[in-house]
C-alpha cells in the first residue's frame, strides 16, 4: 500500500444519507479541511519555486486564483473513447461529475485513461487490465490530487480503475458506465452478447440467413453503454456499488437515462465532501465488503469473470480473497435475479424493479450491514426502505431461480488449483457427464477443425481447448465458450461439456468449465490431456476428473515441453513475465505484493 494508507479515518457522525442515486449532497454540518489538510496543498500553497510555477501554470490553463486555490482537487478519471461504444457517452457524464465538484466547492480536473473495449480490443482487453490499473495508480499518486472519480464500465475497466485507486488510498467514488437499451428484433427483445450467441448458432444450423442476420446486426446495441444483460460489466458495476463505493442505486442507470446524468453529478457532489471527511478507499474496501460482493456477483448469477477480478481487487486492498471463499459462499445464497443468460430479464427491467438496493434488502441474513459505503454511514441504512417492484425480476428468498449462487467452483487432478463454471447456465443433463476428449492445442486450430467430419465428435464428448489460459492466450481471452460442430446443432444440440483454461463471455452460457489452473502453457494437467481420454465433471460433487492412471500421466509430463515464449520485447514480454495464474486474480507479481510507496515529493 502507498504511504497515503496510514490510519484512514472514520466518517464523522454527521454525515446524512444519499438517499437516491440523485442525492448525495454535502452535509453542511460536515467539518471543511484547512487548505493546508489538503494533499494538492503541496504543489499549491508553499512559499516556494515550485508551488509559484504551480500556480502559474494553472493561470496558463485558464484558472483563476479563487477557483482552485485551497480546495480539494478531484482528479475524474475518463476511460471514453470513440472506439469504445460502453463508454461512448462519458465524455458527457464527466462535464456531469464535474458540475457537481463545482457546486459542492471542488476543483474538478478531467485525465484521460486507457479505454478497454471488449468489443474491439485484440486479442483481450484482460491482457490490458493490469496496464488501466498501473495507470490509474501512478496518475493519482504523481498529481495534485485530493479524491477521484473513475468513469467505467466496460468489463476489465471497472477492476481496473478500482485496482489501481485501492492502491494509492483516496477518498474516491466510482461512475459506473450504465447498461444500454434492450435490444429488438421484429417482435422480440434481445440481450447483447446472450442472443448473439443464440442467432449465431441458428445461423450455422441453417434455421436463419443473412437477411435475419443483417436485421440482428441493427437491432442488437441500440444505444450507448455495456451489455444489458448479466454480462461481465453489470456484474462488476454492481459489485462495485455492494462494495459501497458508488452512490446508491448508481450501477444499474440505463447509460441514457437521464438519471444517469443525475447519478455523476451526484458522484461529484459526494467525492468533495469525502475529501473534506478524509475517508479513504480502505475505509470502504475491507475483508467484510469483498465477502458482501462475492455473495451479491453469486446471487446475481453473475459473470464468473468476477472472480478473477474480485480475487486481484481484494489483493490491491490488502484483503486475501480465494477460490474456496467463493465455494463457500454460494452454498449460503441462491439465485434471485432473473436475469439473461442465466433467467429472462435484462438490466433495464432489473433497475425499475428496484435496482440494487432492492436486490440487496432480499440478502441482509448473509452481508456485513455495519461497514461503511462512500454515502451512508453503513449499509444497513443505505437499505432502508428499498422496495422490490417486481418480484418476478428481483425474486423473493422463497421462490429463488436457483438454491445455490451461480458458480461452482471445481477441484481434480484436471485442475488442482481450481477451476469455476457458472452451472445455471449450463443444460442440467451436462452437471454429471463423463465423455471422451476431443483436444485443440489453440483456438485457431479449433476454429479450422472444429466441424471436420473425421474427428467423429457426438454430443457426448467433451470439447478441451488448451494454450488460452493468462500467458497461453495471451491474457486468457474469452473462447471458452467454444462452438458446438454444425452438424450437431443441426441436430438439435445447443450445449455440451467444454473445458479450457480461457474465460468466456458474461453473456455465454453453457457447460463450460473455464480457468483450469495451471495453466496448459505452463504444464498444468490440461496440457496433459490426449484425445479419446475420459474426463468426468460433476458439479454436485465440485469435481473435474481426467480418468488416466497417475503413472501414465507421469510419464506424459515427462515427456512435454514448454511452449516457445510468445513476446520477446514490449509490454507482452513484461505481462508474460509478470502475470499470476487465475485462481490468484492473474494480477502482476510486481503489483500484488505489499510494499510501501512514497508519495513525490512536490518542492
Same mark, same amino acid.
Given at each position: %500500500? ?9 466518517? #464523522? ?27 494538492? @496543498? ?6 516556494? +519555486? !515550485?508551488?509559484?510555477? &504551480? ?35 462519458? !465524455?458527457?457524464? *464527466? ?13 474538478? +480536473? ?73 435490444? &429488438? ?6 440481450? #447483447? ?15 436463419? $440467413? ?14 450507448? $453503454?455495456?451489455?444489458?444483460? %448479466? ?31 443525475? %447519478? ?30 462475492? *455473495?451479491?456477483? +453469486? ?16 489483493? !490491491? #486492498? ?11 459462499? =454460494? ?19 432489473? &433497475? ?23 454515502? @451512508? ?24 431461480? *436457483? ?28 452437471? #454429471?457427464?463423463?465423455?471422451? =476428449? ?15 467430419? *473425421? ?5 457426448? &464428448? ?5 494454450? =488460452? ?36 463471455? $458474461? ?20 496440457? +496433459? ?12 460433487? !465440485? ?48 503489483? =500484488? ?11
Amino acid at each position: %500500500m502507498s504511504s497515503d494508507n496510514s490510519g484512514p479515518a472514520t466518517a #464523522s457522525a454527521d454525515t446524512r444519507p444519499a438517499g437516491t442515486p440523485s442525492a448525495g449532497t454535502p452535509s453542511a454540518a460536515t467539518s471543511r479541511r484547512r487548505p493546508d489538510q489538503l494533499r494538492s @496543498h503541496q504543489w499549491y500553497g508553499t512559499d516556494g +519555486l !515550485r508551488s509559484f510555477s &504551480h500556480r502559474a501554470r494553472t493561470r496558463q490553463l485558464g484558472y483563476l486564483p479563487e477557483e482552485h486555490l485551497g480546495k480539494p482537487v478531484i482528479a475524474i478519471l475518463n476511460t471514453w473513447s470513440d472506439i469504445n461504444p460502453c463508454h461512448v457517452h462519458l !465524455r458527457d457524464r *464527466a462535464q456531469a461529475v464535474k458540475r457537481g465538484v463545482w457546486q459542492a466547492g471542488g476543483f474538478p +480536473l478531467e485525465f484521460p485513461v486507457s479505454t478497454l473495449s471488449e468489443t474491439f480490443q485484440k486479442p483481450t482487453p484482460m491482457l490490458y487490465r493490469n496496464l488501466l490499473s498501473l495507470e490509474t495508480e501512478e496518475l493519482l499518486r504523481s498529481y495534485p490530487v485530493d479524491g477521484a472519480v473513475l468513469l467505467g464500465g466496460c468489463d476489465k475497466s471497472t477492476p481496473a480503475l478500482l485496482m489501481g485507486a485501492a492502491t494509492v488510498d483516496l477518498p474516491t467514488v466510482f461512475v459506473p458506465a450504465g447498461p444500454m437499451l434492450p435490444g &429488438h428484433w421484429r417482435n422480440e427483445v434481445l440481450g #447483447s452478447g446472450t442472443d448473439m450467441w443464440k442467432y449465431w448458432d441458428d445461423k450455422r444450423a441453417g434455421l436463419i $440467413g443473412d437477411c435475419e442476420m443483417a436485421e440482428l446486426e441493427n437491432g442488437l446495441a441500440r444505444s450507448p $453503454g455495456h451489455c444489458m444483460t %448479466m454480462g461481465t460489466a453489470s456484474t462488476l458495476t454492481a459489485a462495485a456499488e455492494v462494495l459501497g463505493v458508488t452512490v446508491p442505486g448508481a450501477s444499474s442507470i440505463p447509460a441514457v437515462d437521464s438519471g444517469h446524468d443525475r %447519478m455523476a453529478a451526484a458522484s461529484g457532489l459526494r467525492i468533495v465532501d469525502l475529501v473534506h471527511q478524509d475517508l479513504k478507499l480502505s475505509k470502504i474496501l475491507t475483508a467484510e465488503a469483498y465477502e458482501d460482493a462475492v *455473495a451479491t456477483v +453469486l446471487a446475481l448469477g453473475g459473470s464468473t469473470n468476477a472472480v478473477i477480478h474480485l480475487i486481484a481487487m481484494a489483493g !490491491r #486492498s490488502g484483503v486475501k480473497l480465494t477460490l474456496d471463499d467463493f465455494d463457500r459462499i =454460494a452454498r449460503t445464497v441462491p439465485v434471485l435475479a432473473n436475469l439473461r443468460p442465466g433467467g429472462r430479464y435484462l438490466m433495464e427491467d432489473f &433497475h425499475f424493479a428496484g435496482g440494487l438496493p432492492a436486490f440487496l434488502a432480499q440478502l441482509t441474513d448473509v452481508l456485513h450491514l455495519d461497514r461503511p459505503t462512500v454515502s @451512508h454511514l453503513t449499509l444497513r441504512e443505505q437499505l432502508e426502505g428499498a422496495l422490490v417492484h417486481n418480484p418476478d425480476v428481483i425474486r423473493p428468498r422463497e421462490n429463488p431461480l *436457483a438454491e445455490e449462487g451461480g458458480v461452482a467452483v471445481l477441484r481434480g487432478n484436471l485442475c488442482p488449483d481450481g477451476a469455476v463454471i457458472k452451472h445455471i447456465a449450463a443444460e442440467p443433463r451436462l452437471l #454429471s457427464h463423463t465423455g471422451p =476428449a476431443v483436444v485443440f492445442d489453440d483456438y485457431r486450430t479449433m476454429q479450422r477443425t472444429i466441424n471436420d467430419p *473425421a474427428l467423429g465428435i457426438t454430443a457426448e &464428448h467433451v470439447l478441451v481447448l488448451r494454450n =488460452a489460459g493468462p500467458k497461453g492466450g495471451p491474457g486468457m481471452p474469452e473462447y471458452g465458450m467454444l462452438p458446438i460442430p454444425d452438424h450437431l446443432l443441426k441436430q438439435g444440440v445447443r450445449d455440451m461439456v467444454r473445458i479450457s483454461d480461457a474465460r468466456m463471455s $458474461g453473456t455465454s452460457y453453457g457447460a463450460c468449465v473455464l480457468h483450469v489452473a495451471p495453466e496448459s502453457y505452463v504444464g498444468g494437467p490440461l496440457a +496433459l490431456v490426449r484425445t479419446g481420454d475420459l474426463i468426468t465433471l460433476d458439479v454436485p460433487a !465440485r469435481t473435474l476428473r481426467l480418468e488416466v492412471p497417475d503413472e501414465e500421466l507421469e510419464q506424459r509430463r515427462a515427456a512435454w515441453t514448454p511452449p516457445p515464449t510468445r513476446y520477446e520485447r514490449g509490454y507482452g514480454a513484461l505481462y508474460n513475465e509478470q502475470v499470476t495464474q487465475a485462481d490468484t486474480g492473474c494480477d502482476f507479481a510486481f503489483l =500484488a505484493r505489499p510494499g510501501q510507496v512514497p508519495d513525490p515529493y512536490a518542492g
